[in-house]
Every structure is written in structure tokens, then in C-alpha cells.
């Protein structure tokens, strides 16, 4: 049986690994590149393209790509690998996803686990890469944070300066480090291909999560339509952000042991049944064994999810 199990996970890996090199391969071409930036610009509501040249930006996809891209949850995965900064296609993030509910509900299958079970083991195998992108989104949008400060004060000193906000955008996309350097060196490049600035600035939000960014593009855009003193107001907004991180610090600091009591009240459970099973296994043998013990052991697994689930909820505090 074991070695059925490991047969079925090394086909599966393999065929996995050779879908996902052929779509690098065909990623990574300069027609593919060029493709992306296309279908990048055609998305943006600030351009309103005509229809004819979003088609004609699709038309040389695969079959395979054109269902997936038609399919409901395409809009939400786009968003999400573009918050995350990944350069996985939405095509091949979907492919993973469909091999790690493959794999799961295989190996579960193969152990003579209930179907049911099987199912939902399945899904939440096809669940973990969503929550790896969301990790890594949530993780580049801190760092965003932290950055934008610099961002600001880098912005104004240019507008004192007396370069326009075209220029200050090029020099914090040459001089700051990812992911606010990408960010406006990919905004600066929509400017030269004709966007207006205050319209390429206005669709920094769309790639990452950050509410300060959008406190910075209300700004702009309130700038462009009425005037006034920029720089002065976003030396304003760079403080206010600056006593922001640091009331999100304090917090934190604060929350911690919470956080901590979280896990080692959630941890504690499995220690102590993995303690007690290796030293009298028989004592455990009926949660195995017995289908009434079973589902018990399933109802105490939900119960130490939802409660490790309130307790991040009640120490994650949002400033």
C-alpha cells in the first residue's frame, strides 16, 4: 500500500513539474513578455480599451488558456498573484492547485480513508497554495508599508526640487528596493507608453494592498484636480504614516503574548496525544479503531481550529 501511495505522489509530482516547465518555457519567450504587458494594459479601467484589441490580445492563447482565463475565479486569482508580486501565470497557478487536490485526495484515497474525507483532505490540499499567496501578499504589503514613508519624502524633496511628478516617480523606482521600487518603475513605464501620471499612479492599488497607498493616490488625484502645495501635503502624510507604524508596533508588541498563549494552547493538545500514544499506544487504540471515537477525534480537531481561529482573530488588531 505504502508503495502504491508514493507511486501515485511521484507520478503526480513529475507530471506537475513538467506542465510547470513547459509554461516557464513559454513564459520566459519575448512574445510571451510582451503579451503580459499588453494584457496588463488592456485590464486597466483608467484606458478603457476597445474590445477588438483585448480579443486581440487573447487570440493566440492555447484552448487550455482561454477556458481558464473564462472561468468565474480568474478576476480574484489575477488580484491575488498581483498582490503577492509572484510571476506565476494565473494558467499555471490553477494547474498547481488542480495537482495538489490530485495528490491529496490520492493519497488519502489510497490509505482507505472515508471518501468524504478523502474529498475534503482533497481541498484543503488544492487550499494551501491560495493561503501561500496570501501569506506572501500580506507579507509584501508590510514591507510596502514600511517603505512608503521613504516613498513620500522621497516624492516631495523632488517636487521641491523642481522636477515634475513623472521624474520623482523615475527616481523612487531607481532608487528604492522592491516592492515599491517595482511598483512605480512599472507606473513610470505606464506614463511612457501615455497613460497621464495621476491615471498610473491611480492603479497602484490594484497591485498591492495598502491603505496608506491609497490615502497617497487620493492625494494625487485631488491635486491634479484643484491644485495646491503637493509637497507640503505630502510631508504632512509621510508623518502621519510614520506615527501610524509606530502605534502598529506598539500593538504588536502588546498582542504578542497573546499570540504565543494562541499557539501553546493549540499545540498543547496534539503534544500531549502524541506523548501518551508513544508511551501506551493501546490506551488511544478506540480513537482508530472505533468509528463513535473517530468522529469525536474529528469534532476535537474542528473545535482546536475555530478556537486557534478566534483567539488570531481577537490579538490581530488593524490600525
Not at 101 to 122: Q, R, S
Not at 129 to 154: G, H, N, W, Y
Not at 162 to 180: C, F, I, L, N, Y
Amino acid at each position: 500500500m505504502l508503495a502504491a501511495v508514493l507511486l501515485t505522489f511521484a507520478a503526480v509530482f513529475l507530471l506537475t513539474v513538467s506542465l510547470w516547465l513547459t509554461i516557464r518555457a513559454t513564459r520566459q519567450s519575448p512574445n510571451a513578455s510582451l503579451k503580459h504587458r499588453l494584457r496588463r494594459m488592456a485590464g486597466n479601467e483608467q484606458l478603457n480599451p476597445p474590445k477588438e484589441s483585448v480579443r486581440d490580445i487573447f487570440r493566440k492563447e492555447t484552448p487550455v488558456e482561454q477556458f481558464i482565463h473564462r472561468l468565474p475565479l480568474q478576476g480574484p486569482v489575477g488580484r491575488l498573484l498581483e498582490h503577492s508580486g509572484s510571476n506565476i501565470s494565473p494558467t499555471l497557478f490553477t494547474i498547481i492547485n488542480c495537482a495538489a487536490f490530485v495528490v491529496g485526495f490520492a493519497i488519502l484515497f489510497l490509505l482507505k480513508v472515508h471518501p468524504l474525507l478523502a474529498l475534503a483532505g482533497g481541498l484543503f490540499s488544492a487550499l494551501l497554495p491560495t493561503a501561500t499567496l496570501k501569506l506572501l501578499a500580506v507579507k509584501r504589503s508590510t514591507k510596502f508599508d514600511e517603505q512608503i514613508p521613504e516613498v513620500l519624502d522621497m516624492i516631495s524633496r523632488s517636487l521641491q526640487a523642481g522636477h515634475s511628478m513623472a521624474g520623482a516617480v523615475e527616481h523612487v523606482g531607481q532608487m528604492m528596493p522592491d516592492p515599491a521600487g517595482r511598483l512605480f518603475r512599472m507606473t513610470f513605464e505606464q506614463q511612457r507608453l501615455g497613460m497621464r501620471i495621476s491615471d498610473a499612479l491611480a492603479s497602484l492599488p490594484e497591485r498591492i494592498d495598502s491603505p496608506d497607498l491609497r490615502f497617497f493616490v487620493t492625494i494625487i488625484r485631488m491635486n491634479s484636480e484643484i491644485g495646491g502645495a503637493l509637497a507640503e501635503t505630502l510631508e504632512k502624510l509621510s508623518e502621519t504614516i510614520r506615527a501610524r507604524i509606530q502605534i502598529r508596533r506598539q500593538v504588536k508588541v502588546y498582542t504578542s503574548e497573546g499570540k504565543i498563549s494562541g499557539y501553546i494552547l493549540s499545540a498543547l493538545p496534539f503534544i500531549v496525544f502524541l506523548m501518551i500514544y508513544l508511551v501506551t499506544p493501546g490506551y488511544l487504540e478506540p480513537f482508530f479503531t472505533n468509528e463513535t471515537c473517530r468522529y469525536i477525534l474529528y469534532i476535537v480537531l474542528a473545535g482546536q481550529a475555530v478556537g486557534f481561529l478566534v483567539i488570531q482573530k481577537i490579538v490581530n488588531i488593524r490600525i
